[in-house]
C-alpha cells in the first residue's frame, strides 16, 4: 500500500497503522499469498497534491512506517517482497538496508546505469517493464545495455541469472507495439523482444 490521497486521509490513517499492519499480517497468515507488496515510497504523488510542508512530512512518515511494517511481515513470513519506488530510491534502499533478510523485487524500474548497480550490489532483482519499449526511457535502455553487456543473455533465465525479472504492471505500461488497450501478461513477449533487440 503506497499511500496516493488528500491531507485528511494522511490524518485519519495515521491512527491507523499499527491495526493496519495487525491486519494485512492476519491477511497473510490467513491467505498464504506468494508474495508482500507491492509496497514502498512513493514520494511523486504527495508532491502532487496541495499538501503543506507538514502534510507532505506527514504522508512520508506514514508511508515509511508501513512500508518498514511490510518489509517486517515479509521476512516473518517468508515471502518475497515488491517494492515500488518512486522518486525515492535512495530512501528506500536506506530503509531495506536495515533488514538485510529481506528478499527484494525493485518493481517497475525506470532508473539509470548507476542506479541499477546500487540495487544489484545489495542483491535485489530488477523488474523490468514496458518502460523499456519507451524510446524516451533513454536512461533505463542504455543503462540496462551497459549493465548486460558482458552478460550472454538468450533466455529469459539468463536475466534471471543477473538479477532482471519482466513484469507487466498490468493493466498499466502498456509495451509500444501491442494492439490492446489494457496491458497483460502475454505481453511479457514484447518486453523480452525489446531487451533482445537493445543487446543485440
Ligand atoms: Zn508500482
New binding site residues.
Given amino acids: 500500500m503506497a499511500i496516493k490521497g488528500g491531507s485528511n486521509y494522511v490524518t485519519d490513517i495515521k491512527t491507523k497503522l499499527s491495526e493496519l499492519l495487525t491486519e494485512l499480517d492476519k491477511i497473510v497468515t490467513d491467505y498464504d499469498p506468494i508474495m508482500i507488496g ?1 509496497c514502498g515510497l512513493d514520494f511523486y504523488w504527495p508532491r502532487k497534491q496541495n499538501f503543506s510542508k507538514q502534510e507532505y512530512d506527514e504522508c512520508v512518515g506514514i508511508q515509511r512506517e508501513l512500508f518498514e511494517g511490510q518489509i517486517m511481515l515479509a521476512i516473518k513470513h517468508d515471502l518475497p517482497l515488491t517494492v ?1 519506488s518512486r522518486d525515492s530510491l535512495p530512501e528506500c534502499l536506506q530503509l531495506l538496508d536495515k533488514h538485510p533478510k529481506a528478499k527484494v523485487v525493485m ?2 524500474f525506470t532508473g539509470d546505469y548507476g542506479q541499477l548497480l546500487e540495487i544489484r550490489e545489495r542483491g535485489h532483482l530488477v523488474g523490468i517493464n514496458g518502460i523499456i519499449t519507451y524510446s524516451s526511457a533513454k536512461d533505463l535502455r542504455k543503462g540496462l545495455v551497459k549493465y548486460l553487456k558482458d552478460s550472454d543473455i538468450k533466455t529469459p533465465k539468463d536475466l534471471y541469472s543477473q538479477g532482471i525479472v519482466l513484469e507487466t ?1 498490468s493493466p498499466f505500461l502498456l509495451p509500444r507495439g501491442s494492439v490492446q488497450k489494457k496491458n497483460q501478461p502475454a505481453n511479457i513477449q514484447l518486453i523480452w523482444n525489446e531487451i533482445l533487440f537493445l543487446i543485440k
Fill in positions: 507491492e515500488h518493481h517497475s504492471d
